[in-house]
């Protein structure tokens, strides 16, 4: 048997999958685990991508992906985003928002470079750039999960290729203020570094407005932004996303592009074409149902043994705990015990006991439920 | 503007693309260009993408595939394969060949690392062993394009992790005899690496017998077969494929899938099922036509100025010109003076002037028509 020698030894396992692996899960189990939306994709969607799965649905597509899907998303672009980006340079469809990142990652670095991601940080990006062979650079957020500034800027060294934004973010929710974003995106312009933006919960605000860095970059000459069809039109099992990007970056995007995937399904990019152009606006609609199931949980944790700052986006919360237990095994006690899933804050980087809580997948029933035995849980084991 | 600094600088632009950027492409070209296959899915298995679309298709799976697909796909694997492998543990389904590739090569090797590909190669194996950090040691086959035993094991250092070999091959069509392979892979035993087997073209054999690697490794233990549907199943937009491997890199490959893909796409694995379940012999049933236009290239093909070893396999063939000119400059002449696409030797890493030639997707009249037409292009440049 062959030695087993690979870089993966650093990386953590795929953490959802491994924390549910090491517990007996109760039937009436109630998740706050998996990033999902509660909604499906539009009718429309999911017609057009039958449609195409009869007609032509079964052949490649040009690597970059089908034109007319590249023009609706320049056009969604420029509507919702203020991007100017051409169909034909500056934007690629890829087989999600985590196949953007690594593309790239690929794209932009040599072995050995690094890149700065925020903590608590969605350990994907940490993955995919241990995995490229490049060394994630982590920088902590406030204790509202505001990136601070002069902690990122004074990390960059001649090494340094990107830094990462995700806002609205993964795992804490916080909506990074314009100010803020516009600071980071000429601090890249001016160091000659890339501005990474990942916006896969763009269409996910509650009183606050979503910016787009590459909105500040007139030319579109040091930003590169990941979307995804994943939340906002409710289909991460057909695995869709595009990544914006300089158009200096095309050819060699291609290049990353054809070895991994050659093309994104192609059903998928025709469900993805018709979402944009017949639903824009679908997430939208289930954002009233969202906001009454966040409310539930931001007056339901109001409790003395967690601190969980009220940030405005995605539909994550990232409670902190007042003990020194491992928040890998509350995790555990919480599933096993009280029969709901949250993710550790561990797997996020967070040095500290911390859970992220996922309110995007329950009704206002389940939303009750789920708070209540949270609430009971975290009571018991921290009180 | 930031630098680009990246290590795609070192690989080939995607190959087919490229060579169709720089020419302009007569309306009635007849292509020998993209390996794809002239039949589309079976009915049963456009009807289960279509169910799912609809059901829970938009959903995410497990990361290794859903379990269902994973049985039929063991099932498959005995039956046809003689390989022994469990569901839970040997097999991950994929979003298509290509990645199941990188998946393995990122999850075997670190930084700096060599694999060992056989010329000419499937130029996407050469672009991700660049892509991963990794050194592609490039073997010369022999004048009918089989692999010459002693000239891969003494190119075997310690930093070697894998042999790649691809029978039915692409580009060459060669399929490899049962003794090179089984030495190939008792090899790779005894030296304690890898053998990764490419068997994306298993259904594509015309007189001869496709072999399976694995099946020669009875424990599985150092043994990783990469397989597609893309080709046997006429579906390759729907990006799906597997790869089965020693059950002590089970969890090592799931990190990697969690971050390149999480999952691959929830319809087309569905698609994958049905065809399993209700067409295994779909591919067979398309032999027959193949068979016929195979046929015409031998025939048609038989001249002065080019050499054309007549292998049993996938559907390419690999002519050998005899000339000084680059191909890359041939096959751009032939698609804007004789209205045929070929693929130029280069990109397969050939040091000598030569071409691919895909003759699955084209009907009799149409073979007959691009032999003509390439008959008269060679026989006019080269003669």
């Not at 924390?19 to 990033?35: A, H, M, N, T």
């Not at 974003?181 to 000429?186: M, R, V, Y």
């Not at 570094?193 to 030319?219: L, N, R």
Request: hydrophobic share 35%; with cysteine.
């Amino acid at each position: 048997m062959p030695k087993f020698y690979g870089r993966t030894h650093e990386i953590q396992e795929a953490p959802i999958q491994k924390l549910l692996i090491e517990v007996s899960i109760p039937k009436d189990v109630i998740s706050l685990g998996q990033g999902v939306p509660f909604f499906g994709p539009p009718k429309e969607a999911i017609l057009a991508a039958s449609e195409a799965l009869n007609k032509h649905g079964y052949k490649y597509t040009e690597d970059a992906g089908i034109l007319s899907l590249r023009e609706a998303i320049a056009k969604k672009l420029h509507r919702e985003n203020h991007i100017n980006a051409s169909p034909d340079g500056n934007i690629m469809v890829t087989a999600g928002g985590n196949q953007a990142f690594i593309n790239t990652l690929m794209t932009i670095t040599n072995t050995g470079d690094s890149i700065i991601i925020l903590s608590p940080y969605y350990f994907n990006h940490f993955m995919a750039t241990k995995l490229v062979g490049c060394n994630p650079i982590t920088v902590e957020t406030d204790s509202d999960y505001i990136p601070r500034l002069e902690d990122i800027f004074e990390v960059v060294t001649p090494k340094t290729k990107a830094i990462v934004t995700i806002s609205p973010n993964n795992p804490t929710g916080a909506v990074y203020p314009k100010h803020i974003l516009k600071e980071i995106n000429k601090f890249c312009s001016d160091m000659n570094i890339y501005h990474i933006s990942d916006e896969t919960y763009e269409h996910f605000v509650f009183g606050a407005i979503h910016q787009s860095p590459a909105s500040f970059d007139k030319c579109l000459e040091h930003t590169i932004s990941i979307y995804s069809f994943s939340k906002s039109f409710g289909m991460p099992g057909y695995r869709i996303g595009y990544v914006v990007f300089p158009s200096h970056l095309y050819n060699e995007m291609l290049k990353v592009q054809d070895t991994i995937s050659i093309c994104a399904p192609t059903p998928s990019q025709y469900a993805a074409e018709s979402a944009l152009n017949s639903c824009p606006s679908h997430a939208k609609s289930f954002l009233p149902t969202m906001e009454k199931v966040r409310n539930i949980f931001i007056e339901g944790l109001n409790i003395s043994c967690v601190d969980m700052p009220i940030t405005n986006g995605s539909f994550y919360f990232f409670i902190k705990l007042h003990t020194n237990k491992p928040s890998w095994e509350i995790a555990k006690v919480l599933i096993e015990k009280y029969g709901v899933i949250t993710i550790p804050g561990e797997v996020f980087g967070f040095p500290y006991p911390a859970l992220r809580l996922s309110y995007g997948n329950l009704n206002e029933r389940e939303a009750k439920e789920g708070v209540k035995r949270l609430v009971k849980g975290l009571n018991k084991i921290l009180g």
